[in-house]
């Protein structure tokens, strides 16, 4: 069965710095890759997304990920943050022998961006 | 469209009270799916539908249950609330079941607090 990773549960940074947010799943078969973003008190809403093709894909508002099949990551970056970007951001897959249907979800990492 | 819509925002119970969380989309979309949030867990699979009529058991079926008997709608019923119920709900619906990519899109989320 697939399962997520997000090892670090909180990120600080200061504003206009990189970030990089953690994700490592597990799964034995092909796989879609998601980040959401979660902004205070509202729902979740796509970052971005990898389903096949280039390994490193564009989100809205400047992320971008890169998927890595051998070391079965898909890590979230940023060259420069704003305050704006402080949210939860969570990774999730969901596998081909499920039919893609299902969303695994990791833990989610607070993104802190501070002045 | 309105999108996803959920309602209550916000509902404090008693335990062993029932309640029905509403909710509806109207874009037409075949799947629909409830989760849940608690702190340091992300988001669970609690039920899902592919279509009306049809429903399955996801992660945390445990003391909900769910029936589609229309494609707008998919409540969710707490028969007996218990306090382990208390819980951030997130309802969410993408166009199809099928392999093809469709993007998953979230309602705004229910509050609920169980005494």
């Known amino acids: 069965a697939q399962s997520v990773t997000q090892l670090d549960s909180q990120v600080p940074v200061f504003e206009e710095a990189p970030v990089e947010l953690r994700c490592n799943y597990s799964s034995s078969v092909s796989v879609y890759l998601f980040w959401y973003v979660q902004y205070p008190n509202q729902g979740l809403q796509l970052l971005l997304k990898y389903l096949s093709g280039s390994t490193l894909v564009k989100g809205i508002n400047g992320f971008e990920a890169e998927f890595n099949k051998s070391q079965t990551s898909f890590h979230l970056r940023k060259p420069s943050v704003h305050i704006s970007d402080t949210a939860e951001y969570f990774c999730a897959v969901s596998e081909a022998n499920t039919g893609f249907q299902k969303l695994v979800f990791g833990t989610g990492t607070r993104l802190l961006v501070s002045p | 469209n309105a999108g996803v819509t959920q309602t209550p925002k916000f509902q404090v119970l008693k335990t062993g009270q029932s309640m029905t969380l509403q909710c509806a989309q109207d874009?037409?979309?075949?799947?629909m799916s409830w989760y849940r949030q608690d702190p340091g867990m992300g988001l669970r699979l609690i039920h899902y539908s592919v279509g009306a009529g049809i429903t399955d058991q996801g992660e945390v079926p445990n003391g909900y249950n769910v029936s589609r008997s229309t494609t707008e709608d998919f409540p969710l019923r707490l028969l007996s609330a218990a306090p382990s119920q208390t819980s951030v709900y997130f309802c969410?619906?993408?166009?199809?079941?099928?392999?093809?990519?469709?993007?998953?899109?979230f309602g705004p989320g229910t509050r609920l607090t169980v005494l």
């Open positions: 969410a619906s993408r166009l199809s079941r099928g392999l093809t990519y469709n993007e998953q899109f």
């Open positions: 874009m037409n979309h075949e799947y």
